[in-house]
């Protein structure tokens, strides 16, 4: 299979998944503004929204394809399913219980989560309903976090990355359709995540099937858990659920640092860190999920040359994307935050402290990007605690970081520390790989760095030329101007890096590689 292929199509499809994200949360604050019934459907995701980055998206599906595509390799076809029917069931069963519990539990949720409703009964009333309604959206997630384990190892990576779109469309539906038939309206959206979730399910059953690998979900609960390949999963989970834990916390401290600092750095720093998603999810994620499976089957095979091959090419792309958008992301703060959020009450002010945020964000790009391929080259060994334990101390050093950048640089300050964490985290991840002779690098890269360096400076000069040549905060009144000046500049400095590079002597051929199946 062509890995690049697959990784570009991933990133395509999760390039609309992120569009429709864009056009849901516009949505929702065009149709239900910024209130209290606003802030209480907010809550009320956010506890199922926390669990699912935390066990669906996280941990689950870090320990448990390199576990699934292990057993593949080496057992057989009927071992292998009755594994996924075990790992099914106990998971299952789990998650109704879990589920069942936040419907009971969801006043003492709420009240935990957002103690401040409760000044305004109706709010907080309304957070307790669709919190009822929406936490069994967990059990929907885990489950097509599963599926998409799964097909991602059988290399059905499409409809995986494709499924999160239908998450949006149902919310932007229901929002559109439905509100009317709600008392309060803003239920409509809350109805719109239960919808999603269960579409989301329901398009990956008939690409199981064809696979022969559509999960039974069994009675026998006890038996489930008594298997080893269940409980090899479940100590796999436990390193992994308190990597994904490091990050929230992260998170959550430099939320409260931003909270103690000028009014509306919390939002500066939210809105900086959904534009840099992008090129995140777009890159990062889409070679992840292509490398993860295809490691995992070599490391089954003991290939080692084909484990550091793909390692080798994974990096490659890295320095070969994430270094221009590094560069272009720092350049372009002003003119794509201004695009992005610079209306209604967005005011300039805004825009300058956000695009100082996406600049210092824009730092550890290179980074960010180089752990969802390093990490892997741990995870699909089953090596879980080592990037556990590097999350752990990088945690630690960008706090430490924030105490010498947050005075100076206020909350961009925060911004850099994550974006220094992150090129330690990958700086670590790359050593442990490299001292254990996991990752052996393939001749060449000296020269290929080069010719990207010189790619992107000829692409700097360019956007140091023409950026500043336009007021991107007056052309608010001009908006199809500045989106097409924006989308022009954004072209142009792209074609300049292509044209640099194709001198230099690369090929496209030379960035291919198919898998060893």
Same mark, same amino acid.
């Given at each position: ?182 008392? %309060? ?149 002003? %003119? ?70 947050? %005075? ?70 001009? %908006? ?38």
């Amino acid at each position: 299979m062509n890995l690049l292929r697959a990784a570009a199509t991933i990133s395509g499809l999760t390039l609309l998944s992120r569009i429709t994200g864009l056009v849901r949360e516009n949505l929702t604050a065009s149709l239900f503004g910024a209130s209290a019934l606003t802030d209480a459907f907010f809550v009320a995701f956010r506890l199922p929204n926390l669990l699912r980055r935390m066990f669906a998206e996280g941990a689950f599906s870090q320990a448990f394809v390199p576990m699934l595509a292990h057993a593949r390799a080496q057992d057989s076809p009927e071992a292998t399913r009755a594994m996924v029917d075990r790992v099914a069931t106990a998971l299952f069963w789990v998650l109704v219980l879990v589920s069942l519990a936040g419907v009971l539990g969801a006043p003492g949720l709420v009240w935990i989560t957002a103690s401040g409703l409760a000044r305004d009964p109706a709010a907080f009333d309304a957070a307790v309903v669709m919190t009822r309604w929406m936490f069994p959206y967990i059990l929907f997630i885990s489950m097509v976090a599963l599926a998409s384990g799964i097909l991602n190892t059988w290399k059905r990576f499409a409809l995986p990355a494709f499924a999160p779109v239908l998450l949006n469309l149902s919310v932007i539906g229901c929002a559109l359709l439905l509100s009317r038939f709600f008392d %309060p309206p803003v239920y409509a959206l809350a109805a719109g995540v239960v919808i999603g979730g269960i579409a989301q399910v329901a398009i990956q059953i008939p690409a199981l099937h064809r696979i022969g690998m559509l999960p039974r979900i069994g009675l026998n609960v006890i038996r489930a858990f008594r298997d080893p390949s269940t409980r090899r999963l479940l100590g796999q989970m436990a390193p992994a659920l308190l990597a994904v834990s490091v990050a929230q916390i992260s998170l959550l401290i430099n939320t409260h640092v931003a909270s103690r600092l000028a009014a509306g750095s919390v939002s500066w720093i939210t809105y900086a860190d959904r534009l840099m998603e992008f090129p995140t999810a777009l890159l990062g994620v889409a070679l992840g999920t292509v490398l993860l499976p295809s490691l995992s089957r070599a490391d089954a095979a003991g290939d080692t040359d084909e484990y550091s091959g793909l390692l080798d090419w994974g990096l490659r792309l890295v320095v070969l994307l994430a270094l221009p958008c590094m560069v272009g992301l720092s350049m372009m703060a002003e %003119p794509l935050t201004a695009l992005l959020y610079h209306y209604g009450r967005f005011d300039a002010r805004s825009v300058a402290m956000t695009s100082l945020a996406v600049v210092g964000y824009s730092v550890g790009l290179l980074g960010l990007i180089a752990i969802k391929v390093l990490a892997p080259g741990f995870y699909a060994r089953q090596d879980v605690r080592t990037p556990v334990k590097i999350g752990l101390f990088v945690l630690a050093a960008t706090q430490g970081m924030n105490l010498l950048f947050v %005075p100076l640089f206020g909350h961009a300050g925060l911004a850099l520390s994550i974006s220094i964490g992150a090129l330690v985290n990958a700086g670590l991840l790359f050593g442990g790989l490299w001292r254990r002779g996991i990752y052996r690098p393939l001749p060449g890269w000296g020269r290929y760095v080069l010719q990207v360096i010189a790619a992107t400076a000829a692409m700097a000069a360019m956007l140091a030329v023409t950026v500043g040549r336009f007021d991107w905060i007056a052309l608010q009144a001009q %908006p199809l101007l500045r989106i097409a000046l924006t989308l022009g500049v954004i072209a142009a400095a792209g074609g300049v890096f292509v044209a640099v590079l194709v001198m230099s002597g690369i090929r496209p051929r030379q960035l291919l590689r198919r898998s060893a199946d």
